[in-house]
């Protein structure tokens, strides 16, 4: 069975205009996201089909009075039809744990890196 037509996933988030035939994919397969919704730069794509999403964030230090920059790294699942490149901010959404470290999977890319 050929999915051409993008599924509603209940996020809303834009579908991708590309297709694919990937069941872990939100849009074209049966993979269910749900859970935390998270923004965040793609720092790496080196690994197949994930994406590793630096989260940046500040944290208050009572002690200090003041704020402190930190970060996450998260992998998350890259469907061939959403295709995040490094640079671009990205959307992901929780889904079943993947892998060992993989629990996300990127549904839209939210800003292309300016070439």
């Known amino acids: 069975m050929a999915r051409n037509k993008a599924r509603n996933i209940g996020i809303d988030a834009k579908p ?5 035939n990937d069941k872990l994919c939100p849009w074209h397969g049966t993979l269910s996201a749900r859970g935390k919704i998270l923004d965040g730069t793609v720092a790496s794509t080196r690994a197949q089909k994930t994406a590793i999403v630096e989260k940046r964030y500040y944290h208050y230090l009572t002690k200090y009075q003041r704020y402190e920059r930190r970060h996450n790294r998260i992998s998350a699942y890259n469907p061939e039809c959403v295709a995040a490149k490094e640079g671009d901010v ?3 959404a ?3 744990p993947l892998s060992k470290t993989k629990a996300f999977v990127v549904i839209e890319v939210v800003k292309r890196k300016s070439d």
């Open 16 to 20: 991708p205009k590309d297709t694919c």
């Open 90 to 92: 990205v959307r992901m």
């Open 94 to 96: 929780e889904c079943r």
